[in-house]
Each structure stands twice: as C-alpha cells, then as structure tokens.
C-alpha cells in the first residue's frame, strides 16, 4: 500500500513536470507573440513592445522562462498579462461561478444514468432499451452547441423564462425569493446541457456493466434458490456491478475545472470554460498555463484516488 | 435458440456449418444489426454527397456557388423561388430554388452545405488516419518490442539526430553535418561493443546500459498527453496558429492517438504469446512480416472500432471549432460557421441553425451506430450464436 502510494506519487510528479515542459513548449513555440496582438494599436511602439517583453521576460531565453513561470506559479505571485491581476485569484472567482453548473450537471448526470441504465438491461432488447439506447446514441452525437439553440428556442418561446447570463439585469432589488427562482432558472439550461452527454455515456456504461453481472453465475444461482427479482436485481447484481462506478468518483474531479467552452460562451455564463477561452484569444499564457497545471494536477489526483478506491472496494485487488 | 435453428445453419451434406470468410460473417452480421447497417448506408450517402459538393462547388466558375453574393434576396427561407427580376440572370440558382434557403447575405445554404460536407469529411478522415497511424506505430512498438531497454547509446543516438534534423531545418548545414557524424559514430560504436562483448548486463559498458523500457517510455507519453483537456488543447494550438483547415486536421490528429495505442498495445501484448506467432518466429520470420502480416490483421479489430467512433467525434470537434470561430478561414463554408453566422437570425431564420445542427447530428449519428455496431459484430463474446 504505502509501496504503491511512494510509487505512484514519483510516478506522478514526474509525468506533471513534462505535462509542464509540453504545455510551455506548446504555448511558446507557436508563432506569434504576446506583444505582437495588437499590432495597430498606435500607443503600442517599439519601445512600448520592448518595455513588455522585458517586463513579461520574453526577451530571456526559453527554458529561464520556464523556470520563472513555475517559480511565480508556485509562489503564487503570477498575474494576467492581460490586466495584472493575479491569476489565483481570477480563476478562483471564475471557480465558484462554474462550481454551481459542476454540482448541478454532476448531480443530474449520477442521478438520472443509474435508473435509465439498469431498467434498460433489465429489460434487454425491450422497447424501452431500444429507446433508450438510440437516444443516448442521439444525445451523443448532437453537437452540443445545436441542442443549446434548440433548447432556448423552446424554453424561450414557450416557457418565457430568462437564459443567457448568471442572472438577469437589474434583479439586485427583486424579493430573495425572486432573485433565488432567477439564479434557478439560469442555471437550468446550461447544466441540463452539461449533463446531456454524460448521461449518454454513463447510461450506456450502467447498461452493460449490469449485462456482465446479470449473466454471472452467482445471479443465476440467486435466481434458482427462488429469491424475488427485485432482490436479484438489486441485492446481488446491482451491488457488484457498482465496483466499477465507485471508482469513477476520481474521475469526476478534472470536470471541476473544465466547464465547457461552448456552453459558457452561448449562455455567456462568465465561467472556468470561458476564461480559457478569453485567454486563449488575448494569449494571455500565464492564464492559459496555470490552468492547463491545474487541470493536470485534478487529473493525475483523479486517477490516484480512483485507484485507492477500487483497492479499498475491492479487496481482491493488491496494488 | 431453438435445435432447428441451429440445424438450419448447417450443411446438410457435411454437417458442418457452411464455410465463410472472416469478412463475409462480418458482412453478414451487419446486415442484421438494423441500426449499424443504416449508420453505413448514412456514411456512404454522406460520402457520395461530399465528393459530389466539391465537384459542384470548387473552381472558379462553379456549377452552384457558395460564395454568390444576393443582397435582394437574404434570409429567404427553405424552397422559396428566387426573384427573376432584381437578380441578374448569373445569379439565379442552378436548381431554380433555394432548397435550404439563403443566409444573411443571399448566399445558397444549400451549395455551402455542400461545401462544407467536404470540410467534414476531410477532416474526420485525415484526423483520425493521423492519429490511427501514431497509435498503430506507437501501440505495435509497446506491444511488441515493449520490454526491451532502451540504452544510454540510444538516447545519444537519437538526441544528436534530433540536433542534426533541427540545424537542418535551421539552415546550418555544417552543425548538422558534424550532428549527424557523431550520431553515426555511436551508433556503430554500439553496434562493435554489442558484438564484441556478450557478458552479463552488469558488466557492460555505461553507454549500452537500459535506462527505461520502450513501453515505459511510450505509456508515460500516454499518461502525458492524457493529462490534457482535450478540447482545450485542441483550442489552444488552433488558436496560436494560422487559421487553415490542414492545420486542424493535423492538431486534432495528435491530440487524439492515445486510445488507439492503448489498444494496439494491449492487442500486441497478448497476441505476440500466442501459438501462431511463435510458430512464424520458429520458421524464421522477419520480425516486420510477423508484425505486419501476422499480428496486425488480428489487431485491426478494436483499432476500426475506435477509428469510426474516432471520425464522430473529429467531426464534431471541428463543428465545434468553426462555431468558436477558428480553422477555417471565412468566405468558405463549414457546417459550425453556417451554424455559427446563423445564431444571430436564431428567431427569424432558425433555417441557417437547424439545416447545419441536423446534418450534423445525422453524419455524427451514423459513425456512432456504425461504430458501435462495429463493436459488437467484432466481439465474439457478445455475439449471439446462431
């Protein structure tokens, strides 16, 4: 166990310091420069240029940028190139505001998977798991992007509920319980769009996990002793074709600090997704990089908790 | 599962079930799967419509124009007839209709639907054969010759190579001369003291030795780029580079090899134990024919699965892409811009929304069930014997 834990961890630190030098390299090596954005600008000259190159460290050669940017990351100290901010605090206050669309989008994808996908293998090849297989299906390959468009049209034109935004102008002064309903029903279209997909795929996962466990011969031994389906189904399959599941708790985190570009641009919900997105287009690289670390880091703790997880759900498993 | 059935399927002469090639059980378990075969039907028709929208819309005088411009007659919506007398008669379109409508310049959706069926194509094709081919290289190395060291010579070899391919490109011919000869130097230094010299490894020089595994080295690049959101990434380098349609291809196409070579990997670890293998080897076989001729073929099942699946989710990461407003560039027309343009005329030509987001939705559609079906057949353990 601690061998494994040791293990893993040096494992894991060395694959983040070359997530590190890949994403450096990735962001500095593409042409262009920070400096060159606005070209046009005529408050920037050449000595303007020159002052920001130095002041942002681009005038050093690569690998003492590296190491800059990492010591600043971790002392904490970096900031935007956009506006000088510190980048922590910036991503942090996009944090909360996707923090809600995270929670609710997971809540709805863990919630709505399970049932669909058990009663659909239940039900194998029942019209109900034709349906439902051809509409996760569907739901897969929708561009997510047209199924928000639909989805305000009818929410607009038959429910005449606002969308666009975090909550609508001028509310400040609207009861609590106004502004509570307001806030709500933002957040309706934008996590349904999140959870959308990920029901799909989790459905589907659900369905022939419980397939697996179904055609076990422990199942069919429950059945024959005389046990009530619902005990089979429930007690003895369902339980074991969990264990996959139980893991997949650690996968969860990296979609903390992912939030959807797309979706958080057509509902210009001021997010994680957009703030990438923003930063991507002013080439503001700290931005970009910092979360780029981030995401690395929740990824690679994803997998390391997902791991202990299975071992302590699964007893068969020595790591 | 009935007895008849069963003795329906074999022949009555023999007793043995009736011989079929590997391709034809495929064929013919497709057939029956419904919603896989019409996913291939889908693609092929989506296939023919996109040759055919290059033909009829590239060139400097094509037979419908994506590009033509008719201020008069914008936002008109699907089917509507064009007006004879404020268009110039080299305006008109070539069908007499507007089958999908017009934009909110008067262009035809229709023609650049058609032109962006090639966009699609292209991409999801190109895409997915860039990140096969990495994924096949990659995966077939770990898998086959993943627990061979990979020595200090090696990486010396190499590093100076990569020095002399960079001056190369650099301009520098002399440095990249003098790279290259002190490449090949080790190299055949290795190659003498490796032939001179079989003691136990503890005894060998430094330079000939292990440092990591091939397949150390190629999973760590897996776990690596794993790391990344894709999307994000993908985002990203679109970004930083110049707008062109190659440029997404090749972005999508290596940030998307690591299933493939996950698999491969796996496909090449079990089936280099098996019997047939060490049967080629005992005959003396080459180790690229057993590579190529022997294992690949068994390998290429989960690799086709995970290619179709692969060219879905290619096509709507560029319809992604082109409705953020990146790759490419403009006057020309992809399924996300036309979707993209349209979103502003959400209300009042939801057509430009809707023509794009369903088409879409359908070829997308279809490579996932054909995919999956793909799956399926492919997995004897899931195949219902009949």
Same mark, same amino acid.
């Given at each position: 166990m601690?061998?494994?834990?040791?293990r893993s961890?040096?494992?894991?630190t060395i694959t983040?310091?070359?997530?590190?030098?890949?994403? #450096?390299?990735?962001i500095h090596?593409?042409?262009?420069?920070? $400096?060159? =954005? %606005?070209?046009?600008n005529p408050?920037?000259?050449?000595?303007m240029?020159?002052r920001?190159?130095?002041?942002f460290?681009?005038?050093?050669?690569?690998h003492i940028q590296?190491l800059?940017?990492?010591?600043d990351? #971790?002392?904490?100290?970096?900031?935007?190139?956009?506006d000088?901010?510190?980048?922590?605090n910036?991503?942090?206050?996009?944090?909360?505001?996707?923090?809600?669309?995270f929670?609710v989008g997971t809540?709805?994808?863990?919630?709505?998977?399970?049932?669909?996908? =058990?009663r659909?293998?239940?039900?194998?090849?029942?019209?109900? %798991?034709?349906?439902?297989?051809?509409?996760?299906?569907?739901?897969?390959?929708?561009?997510? #992007? #047209?199924?928000?468009?639909?989805? =305000?049209?009818?929410?607009?034109t038959?429910l005449h509920?606002p969308?666009i935004g975090?909550?609508?102008?001028?509310?400040d002064?609207a009861?609590?319980?106004?502004?509570?309903?307001d806030?709500?029903w933002?957040?309706v279209?934008?996590?349904v769009?999140?959870?959308t997909?990920?029901?799909?795929?989790l459905s589907?996962?659900?369905?022939?996990q419980?397939?697996?466990?179904?055609?076990q011969?422990?199942?069919?031994t429950?059945r024959?002793?005389g046990?009530p %389906?619902?005990?089979?189904?429930?007690?003895?399959a369902?339980?074991?074709?969990?264990l996959?599941?139980?893991t997949?708790?650690?996968?969860?985190?990296?979609?903390l600090?992912?939030?959807s570009v797309?979706?958080e $641009?057509i509902f210009?919900?001021?997010?994680?997704?957009r703030?990438?997105?923003?930063?991507?287009?002013?080439?503001d690289y700290p931005?970009?990089?910092?979360?780029?670390?981030?995401t690395?880091?929740?990824?690679?703790?994803?997998t390391l908790?997902?791991?202990?997880?299975?071992?302590?759900v %699964?007893?068969?498993?020595?790591l | 599962?009935?007895?008849?059935?069963?003795?329906?399927?074999l022949?009555?002469? @023999?007793?043995? +079930?009736p011989?079929?090639?590997?391709?034809?059980e495929?064929?013919r378990?497709?057939r029956?799967?419904?919603?896989?075969?019409?996913?291939?039907?889908?693609?092929?028709?989506?296939?023919?419509?996109?040759?055919?929208?290059?033909?009829?819309?590239?060139?400097?005088?094509p037979?419908?124009?994506p590009?033509q411009?008719?201020?008069?007659?914008k936002?008109? +919506?699907?089917?509507?007839?064009?007006?004879?007398?404020?268009?110039?008669?080299e305006?008109?379109?070539?069908?007499?209709?507007?089958?999908?409508?017009?934009?909110?310049?008067?262009?035809?959706?229709f023609?650049?639907?058609?032109?962006?069926?090639?966009?699609?194509?292209t991409?999801g094709f190109v895409?997915?054969?860039i990140?096969?081919i990495i994924g096949?290289?990659?995966?077939?190395l770990?898998?086959?010759y993943g627990?061979?060291e990979l020595e200090?010579g090696?990486l010396?070899?190499?590093?100076?190579?990569?020095?002399?391919a960079?001056?190369?490109l650099?301009?520098?011919?002399a440095?990249?001369a003098?790279?290259?000869?002190?490449?090949?130097?080790?190299?055949i230094?290795m190659?003498?003291?490796?032939?001179?010299?079989?003691g136990?490894?503890?005894?060998r020089?430094?330079?000939t030795?292990?440092l990591?595994?091939v397949?150390?080295?190629?999973m760590?690049?897996?776990?690596?780029?794993?790391?990344?959101?894709?999307f994000?990434?993908?985002?990203?380098v679109?970004?930083?580079?110049p707008?062109s349609?190659?440029?997404?291809?090749?972005?999508?196409?290596l940030?998307?090899?690591?299933?493939t070579?996950r698999?491969?990997r796996?496909?090449?670890?079990?089936l280099r134990?098996?019997?047939?293998v060490?049967a080629?080897?005992a005959?003396g076989i080459?180790?690229?024919r057993i590579?190529?001729?022997?294992i690949?073929p068994n390998?290429?099942?989960?690799?086709?699965v995970?290619a179709t699946?692969?060219?879905?989710?290619?096509?709507l990461?560029?319809a992604?892409?082109?409705?953020?407003?990146?790759?490419? +560039?403009?006057?020309h027309?992809t399924?996300g811009?036309?979707?993209s343009d349209?979103?502003?005329?959400i209300?009042?030509?939801?057509?430009? @929304?809707?023509?794009?987001?369903?088409?879409i939705?359908?070829v997308?559609l279809?490579?996932?069930?054909?995919?999956?079906?793909?799956?399926?057949?492919?997995n +004897?353990?899931?195949?219902?014997?009949?």
């Amino acid at each position: 166990m601690t061998a494994f834990l040791g293990r893993s961890l040096i494992q894991k630190t060395i694959t983040l310091f070359l997530v590190s030098v890949v994403s #450096f390299l990735i962001i500095h090596l593409a042409p262009g420069e920070p $400096s060159q =954005i %606005d070209p046009l600008n005529p408050k920037f000259s050449p000595e303007m240029v020159e002052r920001m190159r130095q002041e942002f460290h681009l005038d050093k050669p690569l690998h003492i940028q590296y190491l800059l940017f990492y010591r600043d990351l #971790f002392s904490g100290r970096i900031v935007s190139w956009r506006d000088n901010l510190p980048v922590l605090n910036k991503i942090g206050e996009r944090f909360l505001n996707s923090l809600p669309l995270f929670i609710v989008g997971t809540l709805l994808t863990w919630t709505f998977s399970f049932p669909v996908g =058990i009663r659909s293998a239940i039900r194998r090849d029942g019209p109900f %798991d034709k349906t439902t297989t051809f509409l996760a299906y569907v739901l897969i390959s929708i561009p997510g #992007f #047209f199924f928000a468009y639909i989805l =305000i049209i009818l929410v607009v034109t038959q429910l005449h509920v606002p969308v666009i935004g975090m909550y609508s102008f001028g509310i400040d002064t609207a009861s609590p319980m106004v502004r509570f309903m307001d806030r709500v029903w933002h957040l309706v279209l934008p996590s349904v769009l999140g959870a959308t997909g990920g029901i799909a795929v989790l459905s589907r996962y659900v369905r022939s996990q419980m397939l697996e466990i179904i055609g076990q011969d422990y199942v069919r031994t429950a059945r024959a002793k005389g046990l009530p %389906d619902d005990a089979v189904y429930y007690r003895h399959a369902l339980r074991n074709a969990l264990l996959p599941f139980v893991t997949m708790f650690g996968l969860i985190l990296p979609g903390l600090i992912g939030g959807s570009v797309i979706i958080e $641009s057509i509902f210009s919900w001021p997010g994680m997704g957009r703030m990438a997105y923003e930063a991507i287009l002013a080439r503001d690289y700290p931005v970009i990089l910092t979360l780029n670390f981030i995401t690395a880091v929740l990824v690679l703790v994803g997998t390391l908790i997902s791991d202990l997880l299975y071992m302590v759900v %699964d007893p068969r498993i020595r790591l | 599962m009935t007895a008849d059935t069963r003795n329906s399927a074999l022949d009555a002469a @023999t007793g043995l +079930p009736p011989a079929r090639t590997p391709w034809e059980e495929t064929w013919r378990l497709l057939r029956k799967n419904r919603l896989a075969f019409s996913g291939l039907l889908i693609f092929v028709i989506f296939f023919l419509v996109a040759v055919a929208g290059i033909l009829l819309t590239a060139g400097s005088r094509p037979v419908l124009d994506p590009a033509q411009v008719r201020l008069q007659e914008k936002l008109l +919506p699907p089917l509507s007839l064009p007006n004879h007398e404020v268009l110039p008669p080299e305006a008109l379109p070539p069908l007499g209709r507007y089958l999908l409508g017009t934009d909110d310049l008067g262009r035809d959706v229709f023609a650049r639907m058609l032109q962006g069926a090639w966009v699609s194509l292209t991409v999801g094709f190109v895409a997915v054969g860039i990140a096969v081919i990495i994924g096949i290289i990659l995966g077939g190395l770990a898998g086959y010759y993943g627990d061979q060291e990979l020595e200090v010579g090696h990486l010396l070899v190499w590093t100076t190579g990569v020095i002399a391919a960079f001056l190369l490109l650099t301009n520098r011919p002399a440095g990249a001369a003098a790279a290259a000869a002190a490449s090949a130097v080790i190299w055949i230094v290795m190659r003498r003291e490796r032939s001179l010299y079989e003691g136990p490894p503890s005894r060998r020089r430094w330079f000939t030795r292990g440092l990591v595994s091939v397949d150390t080295l190629i999973m760590r690049a897996v776990d690596v780029m794993l790391c990344f959101p894709s999307f994000f990434l993908i985002l990203t380098v679109v970004a930083l580079l110049p707008a062109s349609l190659y440029n997404i291809m090749v972005v999508i196409g290596l940030t998307s090899w690591m299933g493939t070579t996950r698999f491969v990997r796996a496909e090449f670890l079990s089936l280099r134990e098996q019997d047939f293998v060490a049967a080629a080897r005992a005959l003396g076989i080459g180790d690229m024919r057993i590579i190529f001729r022997h294992i690949m073929p068994n390998a290429m099942a989960p690799v086709l699965v995970s290619a179709t699946l692969g060219i879905a989710t290619a096509i709507l990461t560029e319809a992604g892409l082109s409705f953020l407003g990146f790759g490419v +560039p403009p006057p020309h027309a992809t399924w996300g811009n036309i979707l993209s343009d349209g979103k502003q005329f959400i209300f009042d030509a939801p057509w430009l @929304t809707f023509a794009p987001g369903i088409v879409i939705l359908i070829v997308v559609l279809a490579f996932n069930l054909f995919g999956e079906g793909l799956r399926d057949i492919m997995n +004897p353990k899931l195949r219902e014997r009949n």
